[in-house]
């Protein structure tokens, strides 16, 4: 029998609206899925970085559907974010490559906050995650400064994997002003983030 504290306990979790599975929990009362606006601004570093690799900026995934959220996807999510997140070293493009605006695949070891998101993105991308479901996403931060992160579609909403945070977090639980991601239908195209703002960012414009 369960007890009169507990029965309470279960009352609230059920009114925050919080969905219990396995290893993770859903965000009370996440907002879903971003509402996207029509095309925009490809960011200078992915353009240059789609004239280096052009097969990987036309792609036209088949399978729009946004991915099921399941246990199996969030562990791949989580120990993806930590693995990649773990591995490279931050370093700017400036001491890299001594120029700004430089999108590459952290193959050094060394990257900033873009090559982060390429390298999750390829990996859960040969984990069999359509593109479609791994976008490319210009935010700002809450101190006004620029950043990329990785958005990943699911029926459950929109996650997102950052290189400044090991968790997990529905997108609107990130404190991020979202401004812009990679089309769903076309890895070579962005599309506005509706509530964003075209801003100068950081490492990416």
């Not at 399978?63 to 930590?82: C, E, H, Y």
């Not at 976008?135 to 006004?144: C, N, Q």
Request: charged share 25%; glycine share 10%; proline share 4%.
């Amino acid at each position: 029998m369960i007890s009169s504290s507990m029965a309470r306990r279960l009352r609230v979790y059920v009114a925050a609206g919080l969905a219990v599975t396995g290893g993770w929990v859903a965000p009370a009362l996440a907002a879903g899925a971003m509402a996207t606006g029509g095309l925009t601004s490809q960011p200078i570093g992915h353009y240059d970085f789609c004239k280096l690799h052009p097969g990987e900026c036309s792609i036209r995934p088949s399978n729009l559907a946004p991915a099921a959220m399941t246990d199996g996807l969030m562990r791949k999510l989580i120990n993806v974010t930590a693995r990649v997140n773990a591995a490279v070293k931050p370093m700017s493009d400036m001491e890299i490559y001594g120029k700004d605006e430089v999108w590459a695949y952290p193959d050094k070891g060394v990257g900033d906050c873009e090559d982060y998101v390429l390298e999750k993105r390829r990996q859960l991308s040969r984990m069999g995650i359509s593109l479609a479901d791994l976008l490319m996403t210009v935010v700002r931060k809450p101190d006004g400064e620029g950043h990329a992160v990785l958005t990943v579609r699911t029926d459950k909403g929109d996650y997102v994997l950052d290189n400044l945070n090991d968790k997990v977090k529905s997108w609107d639980q990130t404190g991020y002003r979202f401004l812009k991601r990679q089309a769903i239908d076309n890895t070579g195209r962005w599309v506005s983030i509706r509530g964003g703002q075209q801003v100068l960012v950081g490492s990416v414009q």
